[in-house]
């Protein structure tokens, strides 16, 4: 039963490969969700050190941003605001030190998809939700069939 459900994991994940923006200033933080998003299997992953550069490569269609919230220079809320401006299908999960509520409610009004705080216990945080957004991913998928499908369904 265990293999079962680690092949159809890890099957799920094949068939989800997402492209990762990391966004932090703190080089620290940034190489740990990087190694823990490597080590679930995923690859196509890009570091930021700042916001202004993750908006100047937004042309690269990321699927899930990692977006720190207290960066110097251009906050985490601004560089998400343009985020969701430029392309509201991005998911954007913000990760922060601060143990807020107001913060974190401020986030989702903005459009992240989800409020982290930098702990002990991120990474398997992080894990539940990338495991959402593949089954959000699923159910748009089987429900909103593409032009192809459809058009294959008439006959």
């Given at each position: 039963?265990?293999?079962?459900?680690?092949?159809?994991?890890?099957?799920?994940?094949?068939?989800?490969?997402?492209?990762?923006?990391?966004?932090?200033?703190d080089?620290?933080?940034?190489?740990?969700?990087?190694?823990?998003?490597?080590n679930?299997?995923?690859?196509?992953?890009?570091?930021?050190?700042?916001?202004?550069?993750?908006?100047?490569?937004?042309?690269?269609i990321?699927?899930?941003?990692?977006?720190?919230?207290?960066?110097?220079?251009?906050?985490?809320?601004e560089?998400?605001?343009?985020?969701?401006r430029?392309?509201?299908?991005?998911?954007?999960?913000?990760?922060?030190?601060?143990?807020?509520?107001?913060?974190?409610?401020?986030?989702?009004?903005?459009?992240a998809?989800?409020?982290?705080?930098?702990?002990?216990?991120?990474?398997?945080?992080?894990?539940?939700?990338?495991?959402?957004?593949?089954?959000?991913?699923?159910?748009?998928?089987?429900?909103?069939?593409?032009?192809?499908?459809?058009?294959?369904?008439?006959?």
């Open positions: 039963m265990v293999v079962s459900l680690k092949i159809k994991f890890c099957a799920m994940k094949n068939q989800n490969q997402f492209k990762f923006f990391i966004v932090d200033d080089i620290f933080c940034a190489n740990v969700y990087e190694q823990f998003l490597k679930s299997g995923y690859s196509d992953i890009t570091y930021y050190s700042n916001g202004n550069d993750c908006l100047s490569n937004l042309n690269s990321p699927d899930i941003i990692l977006l720190d919230h207290n960066m110097e220079g251009i906050t985490g809320f560089v998400l605001k343009k985020i969701k430029y392309n509201p299908n991005i998911y954007v999960i913000m990760i922060s030190g601060q143990e807020n509520i107001n913060t974190a409610v401020n986030a989702l009004k903005y459009g998809f989800d409020y982290l705080i930098k702990d002990k216990t991120v990474n398997d945080k992080l894990s539940h939700i990338i495991e959402k957004i593949i089954k959000i991913k699923q159910v748009m998928r089987e429900s909103n069939p593409t032009i192809m499908q459809r058009i294959l369904s008439i006959f």
